[in-house]
C-alpha cells in the first residue's frame, strides 16, 4: 500500500515534551520570577492545544515570558533529540525510508525542529514551521510574515502545498485537527502517547496511542520493530546506535540466570553481551527471531560460535578497543611491583613508615618478555620500549616485531631471559596451566609474572609456592580460573595475603574510554549488518560491505558454502521477473553470503521462495523488520 501524505505534529507528538517550555527552563535558568514565568508558559500551552486560546496570542505571550536568545537553542535541540517519543523512534527506518511523503507541521520553529527530525531523514523542506527573526537587545522573536505565527496557520500550509492525493494529520492539539476540518486532510488521529488531551480527542477521526496505531490503521504494520537487548552494563552509547537504527532497545545491568534469559530472547533481534553471558545452541533455541549477537568485548568463547552461522546469526565482537587499557594498566603494574610499591602503600595505611631503596628497581634497563604477541601484546611491546624497557616475545604464529623487539625462539628462552613475564594468550584449552611449575622454574630469580589475559593459563598454586618461597618477586593477576558471577559475589583467592601481589577484579579493559570505543564499534557494526546486511567485522560470516539499497530491494543469503548456490538463487530472482543490479559474495570453509540487490521490492513470497533452496540457512531483506 502507498503511504497517504503523513502530516506529523512536532511538540508532545514527535517529541515527548513541549519545546517551548523546555525552553523556558533553558531561558530562565537565572531568572528570579523562574518559577512563575514557567507555571505561565506551560498554562498557556494547555488553553492554546485545547483550543481554549488563539493561537497566535499564545505564541506571542509564550515567546514575551520566554524572552529566548540564539545561545538557548542548542542546548534546547540537545535535549529534544533525547525526547523523540518512544514509538517514532522505533519506526526510525520506516520514517527515513517514506520521509519524501511525510511532512512535519508544526507551529514551533525550524530552528530546533530541523535538526531533530532530520536524524530521521525528514529534510528542511519537508518541515512546515515558524522561524526566528533577531529582535532589539539580542533576543528572538517569531517571524510575523509567517502565517503559523497566526491562526489558522496550520490550514493555511498545508492548503498552500496544493499536494496530489490523500493526506492524513497526526496531532495532539486543537489546531491539529484543522486541515482535516477543512477538508485537506482525510483524517486526524488524536496522539496520545505523551499526552491525551479531552477537547481534542473528542473531535478526532482516530485515537492513536502510538505511532505503531496509525501505521496499523493504515494497512502498514506489517513489520515489527527490531528488537536489541544488551546485557552487563554495555555503554549506553550502544543503545543511542542502535535507537537510531530504529531497534528499540533494552539494556540490563547483568546477565539473567539462564531460563529466564531464554524467555526474553523469543522477540530479540539482536543481544549484546561482555564476558560473563554464555550463548549456548540450547538458548539460541529459543530466540527464532535473533539476527546478530555482539560480544562487547574482545573474547568470544563464551559464545557456541558454530551454532550461531548454523542459525544464520551474524557475531561481531571488539577485538582492537580495548587493547590500550589492558597495556597501559600491565605498564602501571610492572612499575608497581619494580618498585615495592604494594607493600610499601599497605605499610603507610597501617601507620608504618617504610621509607627506604630495598627491592625497589626502575623500569629503565629491565627485559620485559611478553608471551602472546597479538593486538595486546604488541601495544605493549610499544610502551614499554618507551620506557626504556628491553622487549623480548614468543608467539606461535610468526609476528613482525614491532621497534626493537626481538623474538625469541622458544617459551623457555624467553622465561630465562625476562625480569619481568606478561601473558596475552587467548583462552585456547591448550593454553591451560600455560605457565606451570616448571614454567616457572624457568624464570629468573625474583622476576615477576603478571597474567591479564584468561586465568587458567597460570596454575596458581605454583605461583603461590614460588612467592612464598622468593623464587619470584611478584605478580599481578587480573583475570582467575574461578571468577564470581557478580559483583555481590563472594570472592576468594589464596594469593589474596601475599604483599607483593597485585589483584585487580577482571578491570584490564574496564576503562571509560574502552568502553565507550567498543559501545560505537560493536553497536556500528550490528547496526550496519541489520540495516545493509554488511558484515565487515563478523568473527563467523565471510566479510561483505557494500553500499545499502532501499529497504527491501537487497536479499541477504547465508548458505552452506557448497557449488551451485549463487546459480540458484539467481534462478529465482529470474523467475520471478526481478533484474539484479549489483552482487557481493564471499566465502569462507563453512559457508557462503550474498548480498543481492535487485530493481524491485522483494515480496514475502519470493523470500519463502528463496528459503526454501537446499542448504540455505538464513535469507533475509537488510532494513526490513522481521
Known sequence: MTLPWLFLDFDSTFVTVESLEVLAGIALADAPDRDERLAAVRDITARAMAGRMPFGEALARRLELIAPRREH???????????????????????????????????????????????????????????????????????????????????????????????????????????????????????????????????????????????????????????????????????????????????????????????????????????????????????????AVGAFCIGTNQIDIDACTRRGIGLFNAPFSNTRSVAELAIAEIVLLLRNLPDKVRAMHAGRWRKSAAASHEVRGKTLGIIGYGKIGMQLSVLAEALGMNVRYFDLADRLALGNAVRCASLEELLGDADVVSLHVDGRPENRNLVDAGAIARMKHGAILLNLSRGHVIDLAALDAALANGHLGGAGLDVYPEEPASGDAPFACPLGARPNVIMTPHIGGSTEEAQLDIARYVSGRLAAYLGTGASAGSVNLPELLPDGPAPGRRLAHLHDNVPGMLAAIDRVLAESGLNITAQHLGTNAAVGYVLTDVDGDIDDALLERVAAIPHTLRSRRPGRRA
Not at 477543512?182 to 496511542?209: H, K, N, S
Open 73 to 291: 537553542l542548542a542546548p534546547l535541540v540537545a535535549v529534544l533529540r533525547e525526547r523523540v517519543s518512544p514509538s517514532f523512534r522505533r519506526h526510525a527506518a520506516f520514517l527515513k525510508h517514506e520521509a519524501g511523503r511525510i511532512y512535519v507541521l508544526s507551529s514551533g520553529f525550524h530552528e530546533y525542529i530541523d535538526p531533530v527530525v532530520a536524524g530521521f531523514g525528514i529534510a528542511p523542506e519537508h518541515v512546515l514551521a515558524n522561524r526566528f527573526v533577531d529582535a532589539p537587545g539580542g533576543g528572538l522573536e517569531v517571524d510575523a510574515a509567517n502565517p503559523l505565527a497566526r491562526d489558522g496557520g496550520k490550514v493555511a500550509a498545508v492548503r498552500a502545498l496544493a499536494l496530489d492525493g490523500a493526506a492524513v494529520i497526526v496531532g495532539d492539539g486543537a489546531s491539529d485537527r484543522q486541515p482535516a476540518a477543512a477538508g485537506l486532510c482525510a483524517r486526524f488521529y488524536a496522539y496520545v502517547e505523551t499526552i491525551r488531551r479531552p477537547e481534542v480527542v473528542e473531535g478526532a477521526d482516530r485515537i492513536a496511542p502510538d505511532f505503531d496505531a496509525v501505521l496499523a490503521d493504515l494497512g502498514l504494520a506489517a513489520e515489527r520493530p527490531d528488537r536489541a537487548l544488551l546485557l552487563e552494563g554495555i555503554h549506553p552509547a550502544a543503545r543511542a546506535r542502535l535507537e537510531d537504527a530504529g531497534c528499540e532497545v533494552e539494556l540490563l545491568p547483568k546477565s539473567p540466570e539462564p531460563a529466564a534469559l531464554a524467555e526474553m530472547l523469543a522477540d530479540v533481534t539482536v543481544l549484546g553481551i561482555r564476558s560473563k553471558t554464555r550463548i549456548t545452541a540450547g538458548l539460541l533455541e529459543h530466540a527464532p527471531r535473533l539476527l
